[in-house]
């Protein structure tokens, strides 16, 4: 593929150059974040914060995300997108760095805000970013391999994060994560773009900021996200509560079982359309929540999320891909900034109530209750939204 190469082009291979340059940078840059992000809370009470204000800024980052997400959307349609990621990703190598060098909790929310400012421009101008790489007729596949340098990076970033801290410091994470982002910038630098030509510039619509179309995509994705919440805020208090050692292994069987099970997803949901792969996900991620509630061996947990990673590693970048086809890639930012902001409120909230209904109820209340809304919810959501889109659009999902 030569330099000159212009995403705007329709491309007909799915594993082209820029598409695994940019597997590859993906990767290195998710990696990054996730050697930072499991051991901020810890970082902050070591500066001397209170407990609620340090989980408060372990998660500014999805409160920033979910504020910023729609000018994002609306800036990667608008304006060059490589420029934007090389930005946002400058940005957050800063941020990464800067860690190392904070030593005051005020200090340490101002680099949280701004990283998460950058990682909302990053999240959405990449995936607008891929999406001119992957032809048309497999995007649900690309999307799928796009989703699995994340998992990869979910597996990879936070043991090597937390083996650095725990055999030298905080910093040595820190400048480790810097250094790993700022060779994904460089490498980022070498993927040809052409920017295409801007629409026409008109009066305001809300749907350059948010698509109303695909808010209903949105509230599904926010109850998958919701169950990431609980699992990453609760999972390890949970595992102690019911006496089951290593309980973390339960992220490692999520991340192999996702990397099996997206490509395929993605190439079904291509095929055979949104609803062959949707209703099934709704119904094992539910089972596999079940099963976590009533989980008294590491067996049970090691079950759960082996169902969890069929699917929600089904069911969300379906929707994603999905979402693309029916509005098109020429607004890829605002499809983007839309699913994400989903993801954003599910990440942002389940932990509140879900610590509530855990602490008054019980865990296996929280997670049993969980499983009944997605499944039941999401399934009534998206059934709505089918047979609405059928009866105005004549488009099945």
């Known amino acids: 593929m030569s330099r000159n190469e212009q995403p705007m082009q329709e491309q ?27 051991f901020i809370t810890k970082f902050a009470l070591s500066l ?54 904070v030593r005051s909790v005020d200090g340490l929310v101002v680099v949280r805000l701004i990283h998460g400012i950058a990682f909302s421009f990053t999240g959405v101008a990449m995936m607008a970013f891929n999406s001119m790489f ?7 596949e690309g999307m799928g391999w796009m989703a699995l340098s994340t998992i990869v990076s979910q597996s990879l970033g936070p043991s090597l994060g937390t083996w650095l801290v725990d055999h030298f410091d905080y910093s ?14 460089v490498i980022f630098c070498f993927i040809p773009y052409s920017k295409p030509e801007s629409a026409e510039r ?21 109850l998958f996200s919701s169950g990431n919440g ?31 099970v997206r490509p395929f997803s993605g190439k079904l949901v291509d095929r055979k359309g949104l609803r062959i792969v949707l209703y099934p996900s709704l119904l094992i991620a539910a089972i596999g929540f079940i099963v976590l509630g009533s989980a008294r061996t590491l067996t049970a947990v090691i079950i759960a999320g082996i ?26 930012g605002v499809v983007s900034s839309t699913c994400y902001i989903g993801a ?31 499944f039941v919810v999401g399934t009534i959501i998206f059934t709505i939204k089918w047979k609405y889109d059928y009866k105005k659009y004549g488009v099945m999902c």
């Open 134 to 140: 992957i032809p048309k007729d497999r995007l649900g």
């Open 172 to 185: 040595a994470s820190f400048y480790a994560a810097a250094a790993i982002t700022l060779i994904g910038v």
């Open 202 to 222: 008109k009066k305001f619509d809300i749907n350059d900021f948010i698509i109303i179309r695909l808010i209903p995509y949105a509230l599904i994705l926010c």
């Open 48 to 101: 001397g914060a209170p407990l609620t204000i340090a989980t408060t800024i372990a998660s500014l980052i999805s409160v920033s995300a979910l504020i910023i997400r729609p000018f994002a959307g609306r800036t990667a349609d608008r304006f060059n997108r490589k420029a934007i990621i090389l930005i946002a990703n400058t940005v957050t190598f800063i941020c990464i760095l800067m860690l190392a060098r």
């Open 307 to 332: 169902l969890k990673a069929i699917g929600q590693g089904s069911g969300s970048p379906a929707i994603q891909s999905t979402s693309l086809k029916m509005i098109g890639r020429e607004k890829a």
């Open 12 to 38: 007909t291979k799915l594993w082209n150059r820029s598409y695994i340059m940019i597997l590859v940078i993906s990767t290195f840059i998710h990696s990054a974040s996730y050697m930072v992000t499991p």
């Open 230 to 260: 609980l699992i990453t805020s609760m999972l390890v208090v949970f595992g102690e509560h019911r006496g089951i050692e290593n309980v973390s292994i339960f992220f490692t069987a999520y991340s192999i079982v996702m990397f099996m």
């Open 344 to 374: 954003d409120v599910g990440n942002a909230i389940a932990p509140i109530i879900g610590g509530y209904v855990a602490e008054n109820f019980g865990y296996e209340v929280m997670f049993k209750g969980y499983a009944v809304i997605l």
